[in-house]
């Protein structure tokens, strides 16, 4: 069973050296996840793979099935989830085409299902809502490969589709350094699940302000 998932974002349909072994589309009590999971193996490691909008993009962020991704993952016996996702910049030391490491966010959704625990009460502690040690074998990564990246970054979630005016792109800089539409709730989803999450932003402009 593969101990690490995968849930790609925007433009990260088929990762790169990915060996396939099977193909799965189960059904959980929260329906199916976005589309088929691909498990296989990159680099001699198994892994599960899913499109979170779908192959061909057919969720937008608020129609995404977090809770069916993130359960599916989990039955699966995942333990540990990468999301690479695409982002806009707050920030002007943020460039496009750097990688950024996020470890907060800041929640502006507003119509999704932010948790498993509808039918009783549960707190969980999300302080520290990014796994530090899957954070730190990315740090270890980054560096190894010489890419440009950020170890660190608070990452505003937005409802979307639509992207921020003006007005709020000046207002998200006081407070973050990155703007997106899914970390939220898929990190929570996994805490709730007991699953380790790592977000891996990878920042495609600058966002409304600039």
Not at 43 to 51: C, K, Q, T
Not at 74 to 99: H, N, R, T, W
Not at 147 to 156: F, L, N, S
Request: hydrophobic share 35%; net charge negative; charged share 25%.
């Amino acid at each position: 069973m593969p101990r690490i998932g995968i849930i790609g974002g925007s433009g990260v349909y088929n990762p790169d050296k990915f060996e396939l072994i099977d193909t799965v589309f189960p059904d959980t009590p929260y329906g199916k996840p976005s589309d088929e999971i691909l498990i296989g193996k990159i680099n001699g490691v198994e892994v599960a793979f899913l499109p979170r909008h779908g192959k061909n993009h057919q969720h937008p962020p608020s129609s995404v099935p977090y809770r069916a991704n993130i359960c599916a993952m989990k039955d699966l016996g995942v333990e540990m989830i990468v999301s690479p996702c695409a982002v806009g910049s707050l920030k002007e030391e943020f460039q496009p085409g750097d990688m950024v490491i996020v470890d907060q966010f800041v929640d502006f959704t507003k119509k999704r299902d932010y948790t498993f625990f509808d039918d009783r009460t549960v707190h969980i502690s999300i302080a520290e809502p990014i796994c530090p040690q899957m954070s730190d074998v990315f740090d270890k990564a980054a560096k190894e490969m010489g890419i440009r990246y950020h170890r660190g970054g608070t990452y505003v979630c937005i409802e979307g589709p639509r992207f921020s005016t003006r007005a709020e792109s000046y207002m998200f800089r006081n407070f973050a350094d990155i703007i997106g539409m899914t970390l939220v709730p898929e990190c929570q989803l996994a805490r709730e699940m007991g699953m380790c999450y790592c977000s891996l932003a990878t920042i495609t402009d600058y966002d409304a302000w600039k």
